[in-house]
């Protein structure tokens, strides 16, 4: 039995939001019902950076996403992060697909985090706010007009290059360049960047936003004022995550903010078993830190889409 | 950049297992001295079986072994254990390679339990007895072989075709097929079944005799009637993954053995930090769960080999 080896070329034509959008939201509702398993991800900590091994199983699926993060790489101009999953049939464990997953990550961070403002922003959210206009606003921006009638996209970033190479890149939305207070001030707002300094300021956040707080992905990055955790209702991915490496996981150590306040993890709300909009004034958060569920129901989407296909490299790779 | 992607007959023509030996012997001093380091392995439970995660990192190469294990699958021609391993470049998280690892896995397992035997079996041991004829038994005696002057290998299998095979595949040797009882009469014994029910009883067992048992490696599983625990000396691999999965993890959850029974972990004999045989008629248990870090080290050799020859298939993985 051959395995299929997809590169990161072939994956990019194989990813489609829309039915990202379905399958995550779909591994969401199977994690809450016990059909989708992830345990905790196992990190290999390195000089420049680290390595983290994720391993998970749906319905008809099971594999590994294997991910770097070294901050130092464009300085060779090599990529922050590179990932690569190897996708086996859970039945037999057969290594059906050894697949990069780069792209697969960066579809799934954008196709959940629209996810989670279908659930929490306010309906008639028609305003995007994108804070940090790096590869990661890409795939938010597809994901949020996906599910919303988006009138206007305020994007920031402190590199006015990447601002523009953004905001040509989509020239079927209505995209402007702002200033950071200006982005902020939108019905849902997507924060990208890596840093450790918060820089959403309280002040700046209207009654009714819902944020994505998505670049706190390890400890000691936050990009938002802990005050606005304490005033809004915060979602997490999943709780044991985003207690250490989220956007609440320096509040938590600074014990400016404590686990009781997070209301929800996103599967309770999807599901329905929490509900948290609740009224148009509500500030609301999601915390994510991406999982390793997301990741599986991608790859399986690009498995069963080519496995019968001609074009793509198989090998017999496990037999002897 | 390249990956480079080397299938298990690749992978089976590069292995050495005069190479093997000096290579994980060396990891397990760098182990020892903090210049190796191997998280703990994330396991995902699946309906029939079960894959593992196990990263490590030692000077020069980083990386993760995922690894099944699907008791049944030799009911559909599959083999129980297949292995992939992502090899990356530690200091840019990099894949450099992706490789088969089930031979890597066997040769790393042969050569640890040959290096365990060499610290603690009695220096003129020369009667091999293996129990157990399936693939394990392979890479065991290649091991043994390196190390010790094996006068006669006595083999022992519940299957009369298996020990055939084994028997036959190696004229160089002196090999005897054997009663159970006969094989256990050994001077070093290789256990390599996957027994719930010890089999090895303590009368069979006589001064002096080294054990090397290999075939526990999951909760449940054991090969040694437990009074041989608590009359030998007991090394393991690593005291967490012996604890959980290893020869000692039923008896201790029977309260028939406990932790403090152990007497080293086998870095600290390697680096003689702790000595073992100290007179002819100590009996001596080698408890073996296999380690990341002897597969890294493996696969290292392997990468640095073939990097730079042609014939291997190389892929621009995960560039765009």
Known sequence: MPTLFL????????LNMKEIIAAVEQVFRDYAGGKATM??????????????????AIYGAAGVKWVNAHPRNPLQDLPTVMAVMIYNDPATGYPLAVM????????????TAA??????AREESVILGIVGAGRQAYTQLKAHAELFDLK??????????????????????????????????SDILCTLTPTQQPFVRRECIKAGTHINAIGADAPGKQELDPRILTD?????????????????????????YSVDQVYATLDEVITGKKSCRENAEAIT?????????EDIAVAKIVYE???????????????A
Do not use: C, W
């Open 305 to 319: 889409k080519v496995r019968n296909l001609p074009g793509y490299m198989k090998l017999d790779f496990v037999e």
């Open 7 to 14: 590169t990161r070329r072939d994956i990019q034509k194989l």
């Open 100 to 111: 990069d997953a780069t792209d697969i990550t960066a579809f799934r961070t954008g196709a």
């Open 152 to 185: 206007l996209v305020k994007v920031y970033d402190h590199s006015e290059l990447a601002t523009q190479r953004f905001t040509h890149l989509f020239p079927q939305y209505n995209m402007q360049s702002t200033s950071l207070d200006e982005a902020i001030d």
């Open 285 to 293: 958060v999601f915390d994510s830190t991406g999982l390793a569920i």
């Open 39 to 56: 345990p905790a991800k196992a990190y290999l900590s390195l000089q420049n950076g680290d390595l983290r091994a994720m391993p998970a």
């Open 232 to 256: 809004a209702v915060v979602v997490v991915d999943n709780l044991e995550q985003a207690t250490n490496g989220g956007e609440i996981n320096v509040p938590l150590k600074k014990e400016l």
């Open 115 to 120: 996810i989670a403002a279908k659930y929490m």
